[in-house]
């Protein structure tokens, strides 16, 4: 132990230990402060969303639930609200309207706030609070149908309520987006008083539940197996709605960037190992000839990594904690939400970055090293490079395992994997190929440019090597790019500025013109009117839906339920025709809809509509841009067959915070007419995309800044030879200039080959990325075949100089007798 401690003191004062103590507290801090960050946006996009919500989690049901679900969740400490939603008829004098009611206990909301106002139309706000028993708050639109001001009486069923507040927004509202009537709020004191609940009356309950993270997966984990069919577990960051399907976007994202980080992390050991084992060649050699045995290597070796990994782990996480508290603090002026705080248990990510680091690069490196024989080691030609390429893939191993564990997933890591491997056997042959060629051109070098050239091929294999981390770095590098460029951009431009953020339901045929009067004179961005019959698609091909699913097996979402059917003689914004006729005497399908329940042209599909069947052929797909916020269908029928049954109207709009009080005031003319605004479910999507874009370029600077690091790691794993070989070009007569020139050109033609190559590389991981990950459509990315070999001669020119100064400064003879 003694012994060990005091060569690794005399490592330390030579400074050949240093170099992997940096290489580890790189790695540890690099994933820490990433992944503290990436965790502390993650919950902050949840409580976000949560806020929409009104809560962390919440149950939906059909039926009263059970008591004992109540009870769960007081065992667990988890606070609780109810809401009982339905529609109801209400009254003011002689006027009435049908308001969609929320009864909400005096808990409610968990999470967010009520936006209240005591003016018509006004902006709002914020109540923590709901009404107390007596009272209930309408919306602005409601009373202006009731005709009624605060202070005045309505009735909702035997009971009697004062309006005290005018309701601007629900906190709970945006979950059933779809409830489109006026809106009201009561007590769930005053509830049983109304007598509006009946047998047969359609209402929904909701529990909702906050608190701690891990009793709110124990209550998920309790409450799952007993849920039935008319029952829901929702989060706020659900698959398959708007702001569920942008947070795991984000988080896709974030995930990449702290994949990104373990890889290069994983080079910097990788790199810093090689040269901690090649230093102690000597070392070795003269303890094995005084009799040391590789067991006695062994442990020394084992308490020394031991120290390093203690030192390097400690130091790693302060750094990466304060690195993510400074990136956090640089973003909070940004963001319209304070981040959380970071958590402790998050720290585990870099702890097992180092631990696997050091376990899969330097280990299978020591033991190599330990074994060699002493007459071998202490030849000056002897290497150690023998099964390097099976101690790497070893290495690389463990670090795809690291990945899987970080995203808990083996999609991500998978691609990363595939394109570094691809990338690897591109640069052996492509490299093998241009070194060699290099070096035909050169024979009797005398020029600068001819002995640069001829050095990639004189150091093949490291050159190789050197050649993969140099294309290794700037290839996620340009991933990072291109995701921040090109992604980030697809998803603000599905949700552009002006994305309609009203619906217009139950409009008349009789009552459109009057309605786009009203709208044109507000300078209302309007779509087209669609008009909308209800009806059933109930067979397949002559077979019923019935025979083709039976009862219990899982229906494709064209058969489940009623459909909105429409016709229209040309294709609506955000349609696109892939195939077929669309103004033929048939049906059009939307793709996605086509592909699961596995029809094509040609296929016959069945519909009742109003108890009369249709049966029809279809005759043409269109892909459909549901982010577009257009109306937009399953079906669309020719008009022929539509035409004869009563149809609603409906329209999408874009108001503006300005327009919003006048837009209203004009529509309470129209009391049939119903009013969906998501402008809230927009505006929290683009939250969390501005935010996201801002934390990309922060994330952005962070990995580039560790793979700069990475870069000068792999520069100095080389530059003995290049100093070996510059100081005997000086001893032999060769200028500075010449010495110079001679690495300008090798380390331009690293950078261009690197540039070249990982600009298809990233094109290729892009490109599987944007399909199965982000989920969207395919793209070119001509900037980054131009800032490839641009970033790769200038970065890589710019540090090879700079790392190797010392053979231009230094006089050749003081650098012989150095190596």
């Not at 103590?21 to 946006?41: E, H, P, Y």
């Not at 909105?564 to 793709?591: C, H, P, R, V, Y």
């Not at 501005?690 to 793979?707: E, F, H, P, R």
């Not at 070999?789 to 890589?796: F, Q, T, Y």
Request: aromatic letters at 8%; one cysteine or more.
């Amino acid at each position: 132990m003694s012994f060990a401690l005091r060569l690794m003191l005399r490592d330390i004062r030579s400074g050949d230990i240093l170099t992997l103590v940096m290489a580890l507290i790189i790695s540890v801090s690099t994933v820490t402060s990433i992944g503290l960050f990436i965790d502390r946006l993650q919950l902050s996009f949840e409580q976000e969303s949560a806020n929409l919500l009104a809560a962390d989690r919440l149950i939906r049901s059909d039926g009263v639930m059970p008591v004992e679900w109540q009870k769960k969740a007081q065992n667990l400490s988890l606070k609780q609200a109810e809401r009982t939603s339905f529609t109801t008829m209400m009254f003011a004098g002689d006027t009435l309207q049908l308001t969609q009611m929320s009864a909400v206990t005096d808990s409610y909301p968990l999470k967010g706030a009520y936006l209240v106002d005591d003016t018509l139309f006004g902006t709002g706000k914020n109540s923590t609070e709901p009404p107390k028993p007596g009272q209930v708050w309408l919306s602005s639109r409601l009373a202006s149908l009731l005709n009624i001001a605060i202070g005045d009486q309505v009735e909702v069923g035997e009971a009697r309520f004062v309006v005290t507040k005018y309701l601007v927004r629900d906190p709970g509202s945006s979950a059933s987006s779809f409830s489109i009537s006026p809106r009201a709020v009561m007590n769930i004191a005053d509830l049983a008083a109304t007598q509006v609940i009946i047998p047969g009356s359609r209402v929904r309950y909701s529990l909702l539940l906050a608190g701690d993270r891990a009793a709110l997966n124990d209550y998920e984990d309790w409450i799952t197996p007993q849920l039935n069919d008319g029952q829901r577990w929702q989060t706020p960051t659900q698959k398959g709605n708007r702001i569920g399907d942008t947070i795991g976007k984000a988080e896709s994202f974030l995930l990449l960037a702290g994949t990104l980080a373990v890889v290069m992390s994983g080079v910097a050991m990788a790199l810093a190992s090689a040269r901690f084992v090649k230093r102690h060649l000597m070392q070795v050699a003269i303890l094995k000839t005084l009799g040391a045995t590789p067991r006695l290597l062994m442990g020394i070796f084992f308490v020394q990594l031991f120290i390093l990994f203690i030192v390097g782990a400690l130091v790693g996480l302060a750094a990466g904690w304060g690195i993510q508290g400074i990136i956090s603090s640089l973003l909070s002026g940004l963001m319209s939400t304070t981040l959380p705080e970071p958590s402790i248990s998050r720290l585990w990510l870099g702890l097992a970055t180092g631990f696997v680091s050091m376990l899969a690069f330097c280990l299978p490196l020591m033991l190599r090293l330990i074994n060699i024989s002493p007459l071998s080691v202490l030849q000056p030609s002897a290497k150690i490079e023998q099964n390097t390429l099976l101690i790497y893939c070893v290495g690389f191993a463990g670090m795809y395992g690291l990945m899987c564990l970080y995203t808990q997933g083996f999609l991500l890591p998978s691609i990363m994997t595939l394109a570094i491997a691809g990338i690897g056997i591109v640069v052996a042959g492509l490299g093998w190929l241009a070194f060699r060629l290099g070096r035909s051109l050169t024979s009797g070098a005398t020029s600068g440019w001819q002995i640069g050239l001829a050095s990639l091929y004189r150091r093949l294999i490291p050159n190789l090597f050197q050649l993969l981390i140099f294309t290794l770095i700037i290839m996620l590098g340009l991933i990072l790019v291109g995701v921040k460029s090109s992604l980030v951009a697809d998803w603000q431009q599905q949700l552009p500025d002006d994305a309609p953020n009203h619906y217009l339901f139950n409009v008349q045929v009789d009552q459109i013109d009057q309605i786009d009067k009203e709208t044109d004179q507000l300078g209302v961005i309007r779509s087209d009117w669609y008009p909308m019959v209800r009806g059933r698609v109930i067979s397949e091909n002559g077979k019923s839906i019935q025979e083709l699913y039976p009862e219990g097996t899982d229906e494709p979402d064209l058969y489940e339920r009623e459909l909105n059917l429409t016709w229209a003689s040309t294709l609506g914004k955000g349609n696109t025709l892939t195939s077929g006729d669309f103004t033929a005497d048939g049906l059009s399908i939307e793709q996605r809809v086509a592909e699961e329940a596995n029809l094509s042209i040609g296929d016959k599909l069945t519909i009742n509509i109003g108890g009369n069947i249709v049966t029809l052929p279809i005759t043409s797909v269109r892909t459909v841009d549901w982010g577009s916020m257009q109306p937009n269908f399953f079906l669309i029928l020719p008009k022929e067959a539509l035409q004869d049954y009563p149809a609603n109207f409906v329209s999408s709009l874009f108001i503006a915070d300005d327009n919003a009080q006048p837009f209203y005031k004009a529509m309470s003319q129209f009391p049939t007419v119903s009013i969906l605004n998501v402008g809230d479910i927009l505006k929290q999507i683009q939250t969390i995309i501005g935010q996201l874009s801002q934390a990309i370029q922060l994330v952005l600077l962070c990995i580039l800044s560790a793979g700069a690091l990475v870069l000068l790691a792999s520069v100095r794993s080389t530059l003995e030879e290049r100093l070996e070989e510059g100081a005997l070009l000086r001893v032999l007569g060769a200028r500075k200039t010449l010495v110079q020139q001679a690495l300008f050109v090798e380390f331009g033609a690293l950078g261009l080959f690197s540039g070249l190559i990982a600009a298809a590389g990233a094109e290729a991981c892009l490109y599987g990325l944007q399909v199965f990950v982000f989920k969207s459509p395919a793209s070119w990315h001509p900037l980054l075949w131009g800032l490839g070999p641009l970033i790769g001669i200038c970065v890589i020119c710019a540090i090879g100089i700079f790392a190797s100064r010392t053979v231009l400064k230094v006089p050749p003879m003081l650098l012989l007798r150095d190596l």
